[in-house]
């Protein structure tokens, strides 16, 4: 263990040797006490944008911070120019623990872990119910992302003239997650941002969702041009109008009581990252059966204690069948 202030010793500093007159580096990092909190809107090849009060402020990474990275929606402390003005350049010191990520892989035999988003309170998931065709199993791969980085999940059921919500929103009943089902009609005219709207009051709410399902029409909606200015942000537009998100950017909504952060379109949800432990708790009623599990269990095997725990009657079956049906995505590949 390092020892700092009156409590260092020579392991606490570092000479470079051969070099006449060097100065000795300490491993005592400053505390930056009077460093401006700030939030990370986007990050794009090492720089980040973050908010300062009022201001967007252009900042990078502070050595001292080493490889730990700072994502959109981070807390962060800022020293340095803060005034915001054209070519000024702020310094991160700090990454304040977050609440909440929602991270990734590329796929599930990738051992890098990426996280996409810090500090969200829930993750809504966009998907049509035609063209293109819904895909249940990267719906499950996200929420199992979203209940193994502590978000709550929101369904998001697009283009609900072209085909009915029913047998999907069937699939996920028993795991009680509010949804909301729009039109193609509703995504043009604004209806659905609306409705959308009604749960994002005051949260900090994620989006993810393949491409062609409306998720960026509906962002665009959520957050008019207007309010993109007050981060110096406006989605980039590609060709006739179409909008499209390279990386994730975090926006206000209007009235200042929360935030959407956009999120590139995912063709893939790797969870090579996940641990059955963390996704029980997002199953309260499950959670306090695993007490007689063995180590490292899957609950999905024989001696798990769950079947044990429902048989007695402390939790519904078909929440067993659904916490299991989910951690099985960590396993099958999307197609299967």
């Known amino acids: 263990m390092r020892r700092y202030g009156k409590h260092t010793d020579e392991d606490d500093i570092r000479s470079r040797p051969g ?4 100065r000795p580096r300490t491993s005592i990092r ?3 006490e009077d460093a401006a909190e700030g939030m990370v809107l986007t990050v794009d090849r090492g720089r980040l944008t973050c ?13 001292e911070l080493g490889r730990k990275a700072a994502v959109v929606g981070d807390r962060v402390a800022l020293v340095g120019d803060l005034s915001g003005k054209k070519d000024t350049l702020a310094r991160i010191v700090r990454i304040e623990e ?13 051992p890098y872990e990426r996280v996409v988003v810090a500090n969200a309170d829930q ?11 819904p895909r249940p199993r990267l719906i499950d791969r996200c929420l199992v992302a979203a209940f193994d980085g502590g978000l709550e999940p929101l369904l998001v059921l697009t283009k ?7 047998k999907l929103l069937e699939l996920y009943g028993d795991l009680d997650i509010p949804y909301v089902v729009t039109s193609r009609e509703e995504l043009e005219n604004g209806g659905a941002a609306d409705r959308v709207r009604e749960h994002l009051d005051g949260r900090i709410t994620a989006f993810v969702g393949h491409s062609g399902v409306g998720k960026t029409t509906l962002v665009n909606a959520l957050v008019p041009e207007e309010r993109r200015r007050l981060t110096g942000h406006v ?19 209007a009235g200042d009581d929360g935030w959407v952060i ?35 269990c899957s609950h999905d095997e024989p001696d798990c204690a769950l079947d044990t725990w429902v048989a007695e009657g402390h939790a519904d079956p078909a929440r067993l069948y659904s916490l299991r049906r989910l951690l099985s995505t960590r396993e099958r590949k999307e197609g299967d």
């Open 51 to 63: 908010l300062v009060d009022d201001r967007t402020i252009l900042a990078m990474k502070a050595r």
């Open 123 to 133: 993750l809504a998931i966009v998907t049509a119910l035609a063209d293109p065709e």
């Open 235 to 253: 989605n980039a537009v590609t060709g006739r109008g179409r909008h499209t998100t390279t990386s994730a950017l975090a926006l206000p909504l």
């Open 262 to 296: 956009d999120t590139p379109g995912v063709r893939s949800f790797g969870l090579a990252h996940i641990d059955p432990s963390r996704v029980i708790h997002a199953f309260p009623d499950l959670e306090a059966g695993t007490e007689g599990c063995p180590r490292a």
């Open 30 to 32: 400053p505390k930056h």
């Open 98 to 110: 977050r609440s909440s990520v929602l991270r990734r892989t590329a796929d599930d035999d990738d």
């Open 160 to 166: 609900s003239d072209l085909a009915p919500a029913d």
């Open 19 to 22: 070099r006449r007159g060097s």
